[in-house]
Structures are given as C-alpha cells and as structure tokens.
C-alpha cells in the first residue's frame, strides 16, 4: 500500500509508538510566541526543567501584541525574551524585526518539505503549505515539544482535496478555502490532515498556498498540506541553496515526500473551482458561506486587510490596486496590516503603502492584534467588521463584534463601499456602479 | 483509578470554540488561576449566564466539536480553575481534546445518539450530576433517583496520560535519555 505525504514524513520522524494508534514524532522545529510560550516556560521553571532540547531548532516571536499595550502584555514578552537569550535562542523576534508567526517564520526558511513543526497555535497549519507536517498544538505540548523535541499525534489520516479548474479573475486562494470550509463544515477535517492536490494547487504560488492551508484548522484539520514542487524551491532557494547542486536537484530531492499514486485517503473530494465566486462568512462560525453578492450591501464600520490569512505582499498589491486614486467610504475605519517587516518595505518600495495612506487606511506594523481582537482594532458591541483574516467567532475582534471573513479584494472593495461589495477585479455582478 | 465530574451542566450547543471558552482579551494572563472568573464568558447560548450557571459546576455536557477553533489551553485550565474536570461531548475539536489529556482532565466522547438522549432525559432538570469512572470505563449521569450508566472506552495512551496526571509528567519519565534521530 502506498502513504501520503504524512504518512512519510511520520514514518521519517518516528520515536515511539507507546499505543497502537499513537506516534511520537521527533520535530525539526518548534516555534513559539508571547501568548502561548509564557505559560510552558513557567510550568516548565516550576518543575526545575528550564531548559531547551535545540536552541537551534526553536524559534521564538513577539506577535500577538507588539508593542506592548499595558503591564501584562509587557510581561509576556519580557517572559520570552529573557528565556531566549537565556537558552541562547538567536533566531528570536522582537519590536522592529518581529512579525505574524505564520509569515515570518517561513519567509526566514525555517519550514522546510518534510519537516515535522509544531507551535502553540492553531494556525500553524499554514505551513503545511511547503510540504511539511506542522500541526498546532497546545501549551503543554508546546512545553514537551520544548523540552524534549518530541510530540505525539494519532495515526494519521489523510483527507485528499482535489482542485480542478481554473479561478476566474478576482477569485482568489481565500475564495477557494471558504468554499472548501463551507462545504466539508467546522468539523469536516477533524483529526485529519487534508492534503491538496490538483492543477489549481500546482498554479498557485507559496502565498495562495499558505492562505489555501491556513484556513484547514477552520474546518478542524490537525494541518493542511501541499506537495513540494518547483515553486516551493523558488521559495526556499536562498536558505537551501549550499543544500543542492541546483533547483531541479532540489525538486527532485523533495518529490521523496510526494504521495504514492496509491496512497489511501480516508476521503477524497474533488472540486472545480471553474464556477466559483468571491465568497465571504456570515453568522459565527467559518463555514457559513454565501457569495459575495448575496451579502452585498451590508454596511461595515471596519475593514481589516492582514493576518497569517492575508497579510502578505500578494494581497497588499491586490487591495492596494483596488484603493488606489480612491477614497474609502467616510464611515469605514481602514486598517492594513503587513505580515512581517520585509513584506512592509517591500509595500513601501512598491508605492502600497501610500496608495492605502492616500485613501484614508490606517497602515499598523507587522501584528496578529485585530485578528483576535487583542490590540490595534478592537471592536466595540454591534459593530461589522470585513475582514481578510480567518475567524468570525463570537466576540473574534472585540465582544459583540461581527466578522465577516473575505479576500482582500472584496476587502479593499468593500472598504470603498462602505458596506460588502464585490470588487471590480470579478467580471460578476456588481452591487454599486 | 480516578473518577472525574460532578455537578454537571448541559450547554445545547455544536462548536462552542475556544474563543467562548476564554476569550483572546484574557490571553494576556500567564497564570492559569487568573483565567477563573473569564470562563465561557462569550459563549453564544440563549438564557446562558455563565455566573449563574457554572456556580458549582463539576461537569460539561455539550454536543459536536467541542472546543474548536483556537490551540489555546488556557479554555482546558479556564475549565479546571473552576473545577470542571470532565467535558462530554459529542465529539471534540483535536487540539482542545488533545490539551485536556495533557493536563490530566478527561475529554469523553460518546455517540451523538447517546449526547441527545441525555439531553433529552436530564438537560433542565436541577440537580443533575455526570461522573465517570475511568478504572470501570463507565460514566454515571444522575439525577435523584434516575440514573443513566453509559460504558465508555479510553485508549491506553489516554489513560497512561490521566495515569501520570498529564503528558509532561508521562514524556518527562518516558523520554529522560532521547536521542532525536537526524532530520530528512
């Protein structure tokens, strides 16, 4: 019987089996940030354990709320800073040089095809987009996974999603994932790992990959995964580069974790995403889906343009483009936040930031705040907020807060609009000339 | 071995996430007791008070996916600072499940049948209690003199981690030497 690709990387990382469904997997890497880190290094000082099993493996941000906003916030990044350089941990984040975890840490190439990553945070999933097994876990996890470089997961069970087709213009990677959480539910992907596959996943670039992976904890997914191929290459050229004679020897060399072409899947689902439509949440939870059409009108009083989901380059230039000479709608509070500091220099070379500047968006540094309603957009009771990032939850931005997850572009339309718009990227149907 | 539960409260909900358990404002604690007074705080459930409700509270009984959403074990010791030992549920979201073996707390999943049953037989009713014995894999609900015993099965990785009272204390004593293979 052929494996997918976790199940080569968990054969490739195995250390114990101390039940017959349950795997100990060594780990390549274990990330961690100011939330969720704080708590492990304590419990682990308690029991007289302060200590690291790589300090070379383990890399560290400050991304939640930087800079810090009060006493507590402060706290917890004095917790982790003091504990990096404690351990000698060099590739460590703080103000100035940090930014979102599931951005930065593989825009520095530490996710490679193959490895096994873990993080106290559910959007590690992202990724998964580089071929790599990198589930989410929690904070005692974490703090094995810490202190010894080990976790342990389930058997796996690979769900296989198959994208065919071709996306219409102004339907993006963000779209396609609504649509795949809409259809499978909350809970479709639970205890599995959905791995994609298809001509649209080969078109994709590493960001739409990223977003595409990003979201499969959305639908419960323990992470989402992608085959390597040229572009994940291109990608991770610069750090691996000493690593091969040159790209093809690469690719080559990755297609080790590609699955066989008989590998099981618990489930296989094929979609053709020909048809589709910009898509954007309603209700509370990620899979209500509708089109951006039917939602069209809807009156927004924030527009939030970032997150692990969206806040990389490629969504900037999108939502950049559609602002650009314009002004956004007088009622709508515009935030934009990019990913990672390299990503704003990038924007501020490229002429991003002051076309968002320019139509009234306020442009924050590199953080998860909004997202989660922690700092910098903050929701009060009743307000609506379009926004590019992954959770509409109950209370997500801010308690009473609405989130309606979309793509940039319907974002920066709706920004606009002052009220959720299809953009003028999608040849579909408008709702305001 | 040990038993787990108590006074129990039925929450008729799917996907009650991490976000209603403990919302990301509290995040900013780093000391699990802090989180105590937060719990279910946001949970989106008609008639729901979480003061009220939870006073006493020992046990949860909820529907699908439980616990979805967010890493976060802060919603596994917002539950245990309040002394809620035990969830059961119709199903539970990996991480949320996954968080409550690794602190010792036990995260039952029974068939959606079994959940709607209880519902339908104890869910209102004051006085209502859920205890499960782990040693005779049996969860016993209550109320008066009305009883419902349901068997339950764990897996031995499972029990070994409520065993140790959690998976740092089981990896700390099964992987004291590790030696970590070379990486692919």
């Known amino acids: 019987m052929g494996k997918t690709i976790a199940e080569k990387i968990f054969d490739a990382h195995l250390v114990d089996r101390p039940a017959e469904d349950v795997w100990v997997l060594s780990l390549d890497a274990v990330f961690g940030h100011e939330i969720t880190t704080p708590p492990a290094i304590l419990e682990l000082a308690r029991r007289g354990k302060d200590r690291v099993f790589d300090p070379g493996r383990i890399k560290a941000v400050i991304d939640h709320v930087t800079p810090a906003k009060d006493g507590k916030t402060a706290l917890q990044g004095k917790i982790l800073r003091d504990w990096a350089r404690r351990h000698g941990i060099r590739d460590f984040f703080d103000v100035g040089r940090n930014g979102v975890c599931h951005v930065l840490f593989p825009e520095q190439g530490f996710v490679r095809p193959g490895y096994a990553v873990v993080m106290g945070d559910s959007h590690t999933c992202t990724n998964g987009a580089f071929g790599a097994f990198t589930p989410g876990v929690g904070t005692t996890d974490l703090a094995v996974a810490l202190l010894k470089g080990v976790c342990a997961f389930r058997t796996p069970r690979s769900m296989k999603i198959t994208l065919k087709g071709a996306l219409a213009p102004g339907v993006f990677a963000k779209d396609v994932i609504l649509a795949v959480v809409g259809r499978i539910g909350v809970d479709g992907a639970t205890d599995r790992i959905v791995e994609f596959d298809g001509p649209v996943v080969s078109a994709m670039d590493m960001e739409a990959r990223m977003t595409l992976c990003n979201m499969t904890v959305e639908a419960g997914a323990t992470c989402g995964i992608c085959r390597p191929d040229e572009k994940t290459v291109d990608f991770l050229w610069e750090f691996i580069r000493g690593d091969f004679p040159d790209r093809e020897a690469a690719a080559a060399a990755f297609r080790r974790w590609w699955p066989d072409p008989d590998a099981a899947y618990v489930e296989e689902i094929e979609i053709d995403v020909s048809g589709l439509e910009p898509l954007c949440t309603f209700g509370y939870k990620p899979d209500q889906v509708k089109p951006v059409r039917e939602l069209a009108g809807t009156p927004i009083d924030q527009v939030f343009i970032g997150s692990c989901t969206n806040g990389r380059l490629s969504d900037l230039r999108v939502a950049a483009g559609i602002v650009r000479g314009k002004t956004i709608h007088p009622r709508v509070r515009g935030i934009v936040c990019p990913a990672t500091p390299k990503i704003y220099a990038a924007a501020l070379r490229e002429g991003l930031i002051e076309d968002f500047l320019q139509a009234g968006f306020c442009v924050t540094n590199p953080t998860c705040g909004p997202c989660l309603g922690m700092s910098t957009g903050v929701l009060a009771e009743g307000e609506v907020c379009a926004s590019t990032s992954n959770r509409n939850f109950n209370g997500r931005m801010g308690k009473g807060g609405m989130v309606h997850l979309m793509s940039p572009a319907t974002a920066a339309a709706s920004a606009l609009a002052g009220a959720i718009d299809n953009s003028p990227l999608f040849p579909g149907t408008r709702s305001t000339p | ?184």
Request: charged share 30%.
């Open chain 2, 1 to 184: 071995m040990k038993t787990f539960g108590g006074a129990a409260r039925f929450l008729d909900r799917d996907d009650i996430n991490t976000d209603e358990i403990i919302p990301a404002r509290y995040l900013t604690e780093v000391e699990r007791e802090a989180l105590k007074p937060y719990l279910l705080e946001d949970l989106r459930l008609e008639g729901f008070d979480p003061r009220r409700d939870l006073a006493g509270c020992e046990a949860l009984i909820a529907r699908a996916n439980f616990g979805c959403g967010s890493s976060r074990e802060h919603a596994a010791w917002a539950l245990e600072a309040n002394g809620i030992r035990l969830v059961v549920a119709a199903g539970f979201a990996r991480i949320f499940r996954q968080n409550m073996f690794n602190c010792g707390l036990l995260a039952l999943e029974l068939p959606a049948e079994r959940i709607d049953a209880l519902f339908r037989r104890f869910a209102g009713r004051p006085g209502v209690s859920a205890v499960a014995d782990v040693a005779s894999g049996t969860l016993a609900v209550r109320c008066g003199g009305d009883t419902e015993r349901i068997p339950f099965a764990l897996g031995p990785f499972e029990r070994a981690l409520l065993e140790a009272g959690g998976w740092l204390e089981y990896a700390d004593r099964r992987y004291e030497s590790l030696r970590r293979k070379e990486s692919p």
